[in-house]
């Protein structure tokens, strides 16, 4: 089972893309899905989610779709995993820790989840978009035919 699946993988994508645009200018989701092979209406549930987390807004009426809502400098990677996938990374509801004494293995695993999602939340904290954007543009002039122009 993978850390991390479609929704934030989605999520990141779609704000990637927002951040790239020259302008301010609102993106529809089915422009976004088409340049990224991503599956329109499953984009659309995630941009929905992100609108009610603060992450994107939408604009209506014609020419509308969506923008980045805050800067992408302020936007970590972890707010995004927060916003689509959930509070807890490693598992859904960590809740209390087990009774050591009654359960020594189950108090065991749990606390070394905790340590390992206090780590893992440490370093998406570390990471914003504006960075995922960075290396997407190192990536890019990396691959043109004529780098630097």
């Known amino acids: 089972m993978p850390l991390f699946g479609a929704r934030i993988d989605y999520a990141l994508r779609a704000l990637i893309d927002l951040s790239m645009q020259t302008t301010q200018k609102p993106c529809q989701s089915r422009d976004i899905a088409a340049r990224h092979g991503l599956q329109g209406p499953y984009?659309?549930?995630?941009?929905?989610?992100?609108k009610r987390e603060g992450l994107v807004r939408s604009v209506r009426g014609p020419g509308g779709g969506y923008v980045i809502a805050r800067?992408?400098?302020t936007v970590t990677v972890l707010d995004v995993v927060r916003a689509v996938g959930g509070p807890g990374l490693l598992m859904d509801d960590?809740?209390?820790l087990p009774d050591p004494s009654a359960e020594p293995a189950a108090y065991t695993v749990h606390r070394?989840?905790?340590r390992i999602e206090a780590h893992v939340a440490a370093w998406l904290e570390g990471v914003s978009v504006a960075d995922l954007v960075a290396e997407r543009e190192r990536l890019d002039e990396s691959l043109s035919i004529m780098p630097g122009i």
């Open 94 to 96: 960590p809740g209390d």
């Open 112 to 114: 070394l989840f905790r």
């Open 43 to 50: 984009l659309d549930q995630i941009l929905v989610v992100m």
């Open 71 to 73: 800067a992408p400098r």
